[in-house]
Nanobody
Framework: QVQLVESGGGLVQSGGSLRLSCAGS????????MSWYRQAAGKERELVAG??????????NYADSVKGRFIISRDDHKNTASLQMNSLKPEDTAMYYC?????????WGEGTLVTVSS
C-alpha cells in the first residue's frame, strides 16, 4: 500500500523556521520526483519546491516566492523528503502537501498545516 505521510507542520511566528518531512512507503522512493505543494485558504494548490531523483543528480526547483528561504532535500535510504523553511512569512500559511511522481504515476500525502503568525 502506497503511503506518503507529512509531518512537521505547526504554528510559528513570522521570521521563524519549520522543517517538514515526508515519509514514503509502498513504492520505489528513489525513482520518484519528490515535490512539496501548498494550498492556502481560497487559493489553488501551488508548487513550492521539487527535487529530482539521483538519476537526475537531485536537481532542485523552487517557486520564486520561496527561493533563498526554503530548501528541499531527500534521503533515499530513509525514503524521506524534507522541506526546511526559514524566514517564514504570514503569506506562507497554508496546507503543505508532499507529492511523488514518476511518468504518469502520482501519489499525494494528506498534508500538514503550517500557520505563520505576524
Amino acid at each position: 500500500q502506497v503511503q506518503l505521510v507529512e509531518s512537521g507542520g505547526g504554528l510559528v511566528q513570522s521570521g521563524g523556521s519549520l522543517r517538514l518531512s515526508c515519509a514514503g512507503s509502498g513504492f520505489t522512493f528513489g525513482d520518484y520526483y519528490m515535490s512539496w505543494y501548498r494550498q492556502a485558504a481560497g487559493k489553488e494548490r501551488e508548487l513550492v519546491a521539487g527535487i529530482a531523483s539521483a538519476s537526475f543528480l537531485d536537481k532542485t526547483n523552487y517557486a520564486d516566492s520561496v527561493k533563498g528561504r526554503f530548501i528541499i532535500s531527500r534521503d533515499d535510504h530513509k525514503n524521506t523528503a524534507s522541506l526546511q523553511m526559514n524566514s517564514l512569512k504570514p503569506e506562507d500559511t497554508a496546507m503543505y502537501y508532499c507529492k511523488a511522481s514518476r511518468l504518469s504515476t502520482i501519489y499525494w500525502g494528506e498534508g500538514t498545516l503550517v500557520t505563520v503568525s505576524s
